[in-house]
Nanobody, 122 residues
Framework: EMQVVESGGGLVQAGGSLRLSCAASGGSLRDYSIGWFRQAPGKEHEAVSCVDRQDLSLYNAGPAEGRFTFSRDNAGNTVYLQMNSLKPEDTAVYYC???????????????WGQGTQVTVSS
């Protein structure tokens, strides 16, 4: 059974960096399109960075562009979101999602992690 889990969140000061990790059991993330999402209190769930299965297509939300970077490890078992120059408005619960869509960015995702809290202090 496919299961996704995120880690790497925490409390950082504005301007600092965090690297979020996403791993899976029951399957390899190499076989999945990946999306990073976040939700802050009182705000709507939003996409941050979404990548297709072949890492050929990439969507970055405006606030993430130039600051957040998606990557996979060599085996493709772990996915990372490197977040630099963090701002207080980046504070949110961050989610990793996976979908077996063969080509392109998925319209929806079958598997979701439990979320990891990122808090950025001013």
């Amino acid at each position: 059974e496919m299961q996704v889990v995120e880690s790497g969140g925490g409390l950082v000061q504005a301007g600092g960096s965090l690297r979020l990790s996403c791993a899976a059991s029951g399957g390899s993330l190499r076989d999945y399109s990946i999306g990073w999402f976040r939700q802050a209190p009182g705000k709507e769930h939003e996409a941050v960075s979404c990548v297709d299965r072949q890492d050929l297509s990439l969507y970055n939300a405006g606030p993430a562009e130039g600051r957040f970077t998606f990557s996979r490890d060599n085996a493709g078992n772990t996915v990372y979101l490197q977040m630099n120059s963090l701002k207080p408005e980046d504070t949110a619960v961050y989610y990793c999602a996976a979908d077996p869509t063969t080509y392109g960015i998925p319209r929806s995702y079958d598997y979701w992690g439990q979320g990891t809290q990122v808090t950025v202090s001013s």
